[in-house]
């Protein structure tokens, strides 16, 4: 009596043990952490040019605060930490970027609201924001070394969190400064050339011959062409994205 045929697979069944083209577990575990990884960088940059970018809105130069950005961040992130993996290298990569991310979304919420009550001072965010990182640095160091085995890193006091008095700079020869141009004040162009950075590492852009004297250089060269060219009363910068490239955007103010 002839045997009858086994009939075919039912579509989306789960193919038999050692069929061509499975992926054993070990394979989808190591795509699972790669894709993870591979997110959680993404995250990284993303924060890293939401933080340029705050930086332009507090400081006058982006007038627009980046809400809607900031929102979509924090519910990336928040996906990303919910994401399970065995990987101890990879966990402690996302908790310390959710505690970066809620770090900054204090202090961007505390200036926004010390803004709209008149109580905002851009140097006293400045000083928040470099102490900050500071505490960071110093938290990841010790997290790290505590995760290869080794004894922690010395960690600054949690006092960081408050700002603390800025020390004195000495003064620097007057050959190595870089004069501020017209319109334009030296903590505008720190934050200006920042989110330059930034956006240029997210065009997958080399930055590594990118100096803030450079960036300076060029725009004290262009604020006094266009403040003639178009008699304006100050000239304003900010980072576009043109083409696929990241670009400096003169605004003259008339």
Same mark, same amino acid.
């Given at each position: ?7 075919? #697979? ?15 577990? $070990? ?23 939401? +933080? ?71 140097? $006293? ?8 990182? +500071? *505490? ?7 997290? +790290?070394? *505590?995760?290869?085995?080794? =004894?922690? #890193? ?13 020390? #004195? ?12 141009? =017209? =319109? ?14 930034? *956006? ?9 011959? $990118? ?9 004290? +060269? ?33």
């Amino acid at each position: 009596m002839p045997v009858p045929p086994k009939p075919p #697979a039912r579509p989306g069944a789960p193919l038999a043990k050692g069929a061509l083209g499975a992926e054993d577990p $070990l394979s989808r575990s190591r795509r699972g952490k790669d894709e993870l990884a591979e997110a959680v960088q993404g995250l990284e940059e993303e924060l890293e040019t939401l +933080k340029a970018r705050y930086e332009q809105y507090f400081l006058g130069i982006e007038r627009r605060e980046p809400v809607r950005w900031r929102e979509e961040l924090k519910r990336n992130v928040a996906r990303v930490k919910g994401a399970f993996t065995r990987n101890a290298g990879l966990r402690f990569r996302i908790q310390a970027l959710h505690a970066r991310y809620l770090s900054y979304e204090r202090l961007w919420m505390r200036s926004a609201r010390e803004r709209e009550e008149g109580t905002y001072k851009r140097d $006293l965010f400045k000083a928040r924001l470099h102490a900050r990182a +500071k *505490a960071e640095r110093a938290q990841e160091a010790g997290g +790290k070394a *505590a995760a290869e085995g080794a =004894g922690p #890193a010395p960690v600054e006091p949690a006092a960081a969190a408050s700002p603390p008095a800025v020390p #004195a700079r000495p003064p620097q020869p007057a050959a190595s400064r870089t004069p501020a141009p =017209g =319109g334009v004040g030296e903590a505008q162009l720190r934050a200006l050339y920042e989110a330059y950075v930034a *956006a240029k590492k997210q065009c997958n852009e080399d930055v590594s011959r $990118l100096t803030y004297e450079a960036v300076a250089r060029s725009v004290a +060269k262009q604020v006094p062409e266009l403040m003639t060219r178009f008699k304006a009363r100050s000239v304003d910068f900010k980072v576009e994205v043109k083409d696929g490239r990241a670009v400096l955007k003169a605004i003259p103010k008339v």
